[in-house]
């Protein structure tokens, strides 16, 4: 479980610092994640954008160098969750019901991968969140994504 104060309006944290440490966290929790290497850069209201370092040990074709396609899919999803997360509607927890991934090119080898995603709505029980992903040319996408992801809320407070 997260560790999320349950309360927007702590004091002890700003709430932009409190979704950046929840997002950490909810990363830091997910071994392929960090097998991936991938870090949280950015937190907002519902959004999150994790990098991936190039790595050799990613690659799915020697000949070209090109990261394999299904790190991309486990940044993309990760990228994803994070920003469901990070919603101001507090989530505690989220998986993944549909990912679909559009992928537009091969990323450059010796780059690494940045995806940037937002949650975009919100129902009882499910959120609904876009993504791309680039490597060093940002205007010009890896790969997009759209996907449906379950909500844990807190319970009321009785």
């Given at each position: ?127 609904f969140v876009r ?5 060093d040319d940002a ?20």
């Amino acid at each position: 479980m997260i560790d999320a104060d349950p309360d927007p309006t702590t004091p002890d944290d700003s709430t932009a610092e409190r979704r950046q440490k929840i997002a950490a966290q909810f990363i830091a929790m997910i071994p392929h994640a960090r097998a991936l290497g991938m870090t949280v850069t950015e937190v907002g209201a519902g959004t999150a954008t994790v990098s991936m370092p190039y790595d050799d040990r990613l690659i799915g074709d020697p000949k070209t160098g090109v990261i394999a396609g299904g790190a991309v899919s486990a940044l993309m999803d990760t990228c994803c969750g994070a920003a469901v997360i990070a919603h101001p509607t507090q989530a505690l927890g989220t998986a993944t019901i549909d990912l679909r991934i559009d992928y537009m090119r091969p990323a450059t080898p010796g780059q690494g991968i940045t995806a940037r995603a937002t949650c975009y709505h919100v129902t009882r029980s499910v959120a609904f969140v876009r993504a791309t992903a680039h490597d060093d040319d940002a205007g010009n996408p890896v790969a997009c994504a759209t996907g449906a992801f379950t909500l844990e809320r807190p319970r009321p407070k009785s």
